[in-house]
């Protein structure tokens, strides 16, 4: 047995659409004193589509920040350093 706590499961409920999720290749982020916002976009050829836009409070942010991070670490451990390539300039004006 270890020393770390696992989360209880939890179900999430959800429609097929959602379920299958959407593909984004630029971000914006922008941010208030009480909220982050995140636009997930699409830049195509007939220009910049948002995708989705969640809004989470500074601390939550901390945590995404924070999961995100150990993430990219499992993940670089089981597959390689991710290699980062400069993206070109965001089409969105």
């Not at 995140?38 to 195509?44: M, R």
């Not at 409070?57 to 993940?75: C, D, F, S, W």
């Amino acid at each position: 047995m270890t020393n770390e706590t696992k989360a209880p499961a939890i179900q999430i409920n959800t429609t097929d659409e959602t379920s299958r999720g959407r593909f984004s290749n630029t971000m914006l982020v922008a941010h208030g004193p009480e909220e982050f916002i995140i636009d997930w976009l699409l830049n195509s050829p007939n220009g910049a589509h948002l995708v989705s836009r969640i809004i989470v409070t500074p601390g939550h942010m901390k945590r995404v920040v924070k999961a995100l991070q150990e993430n990219i670490e499992v993940y670089e451990q089981n597959f390689g350093e991710i290699k980062v390539v400069e993206a070109a300039s965001p089409m969105v004006q």
